[in-house]
């Protein structure tokens, strides 16, 4: 249990560096406003006309960093910051959210394989570190096979959580991929404010990838506690 504490401890600190990375960056490009004085709703409803979505809403949604894209009932959910302001980190989190919503009218196969793996890992990724702590425990203290197997079904739905993190990378760079190139091709945005948002969404995409690879580390590291109880 120590090396798996230190592997999460690790993986942990790293999120946190990335995390307040992107906190600093957001913060720094708060601060380069737009030339064209649009704010963060307005850009997300001129980008939904041009690709010619109209049946999107575009909302307010309370907190920080609180941005997504809800393709249940079809919102682009934007923080009061992004929503209101009108700077170069609101223009790159507004975009890239509509980035979902076109990669949603397009059926981009990656956003559709996400969306159903949602539903499952909502109900097993809770469950999973446990049954697998648990099968082990009890193939410990009763020596049947039965704890084995318990843990095997926990590291299926450890697996199934995983796969969808690293499902989650292109569905989250292709959005930011489809909101720069809008932003410069609708000239929405001067060079400084494109690199700022350029670099905005680099770091946004910087956390996802940390969450994968800690995901990955952390089914490899219970598979061999699991197998390795066998020998």
Do not use: C
Request: aromatic share 10%.
């Amino acid at each position: 249990m120590i090396g798996y504490y230190i592997l999460i401890g690790a993986i942990a600190l790293v999120s946190w560096l990335v995390s307040n990375q992107l906190k600093k960056k957001f913060e720094f490009y708060s601060k380069v406003q737009l030339r064209n004085g649009m704010s963060g709703a307005e850009i997300a409803q001129r980008m939904l006309e041009d690709h010619g979505i109209y049946d999107v809403k575009v909302i307010s949604t309370p907190g920080r960093l609180t941005d997504h894209y809800n393709p249940t009932d079809k919102t682009v959910n934007l923080s009061e910051a992004v929503y209101n302001q009108r700077n170069a980190a609101a223009a790159a989190v507004a975009a890239h959210e509509v980035g979902h919503a076109v990669q949603h009218a397009t059926a981009y196969e990656w956003l559709t394989m996400r969306s159903k793996l949602v539903p499952v890992v909502s109900v097993s990724s809770g469950m999973s570190q446990w049954l697998v702590i648990g099968g082990l425990i009890l193939g410990a203290a009763s020596g049947s096979a039965i704890g084995f197997y318990v843990a095997v079904a926990g590291l299926v739905m450890m697996a199934l959580a995983t796969t969808f993190s690293f499902i989650t990378l292109p569905v989250e760079y292709d959005a930011s991929n489809r909101a720069l190139a809008w932003l410069k091709k609708a000239n929405m945005v001067g060079q400084q404010e494109y690199e700022g948002a350029q670099d905005a969404l680099k770091w946004a995409a910087r956390t996802y990838l940390v969450a994968a690879i800690g995901a990955l580390a952390s089914l490899l590291y219970w598979a061999l506690q699991v197998f390795g109880s066998r020998d």
